[in-house]
């Protein structure tokens, strides 16, 4: 069986190790030993991160529904089991852009919700 020299694929392996710790500070953008463990943990903290967002956006907008509701003199709970009874279907994210640009909307949406409870 012919030899295999490995040089080349290996370094080639480190290179793009190293490539992707771009950024990175000390020796964790430049050594190859310290790179590899940071972009590990760098994926890792991004597939976690990417979970988390879609939390912390859905607060956002369920803070951001029940402040405008408050104002309205209703509270979020409330409001979701009015929309609910009445057969409105519409999400939060819309709702809360509403709530933030489009006022009139919103405050309809709430009256044709207030008519259920």
Known sequence: MTRVKRG????RRHHDV?????GFRG????VYASAKPAILQQGLNSYIG???RKRVFRRLWITRVNAACR???ITYSRLIDALTKQDI???RKVL???AVNDVETFKAIVEQ???GL
């Not at 080349?8 to 370094?11: G, K, L, R």
């Not at 020796?27 to 430049?30: A, E, G, I, M, Q």
Request: glycine fraction near 4%.
């Open 18 to 22: 190293v490539k992707a710790a771009k």
């Open 27 to 30: 020796l964790r953008h430049k």
């Open 8 to 11: 080349v694929t290996a370094h």
């Open 71 to 73: 104002s309205l003199g």
């Open 89 to 91: 279907t519409i999400n």
């Open 96 to 98: 809360a852009d509403m």
């Open 50 to 52: 990417r979970k988390l």
């Open 113 to 115: 919700a207030k008519k």
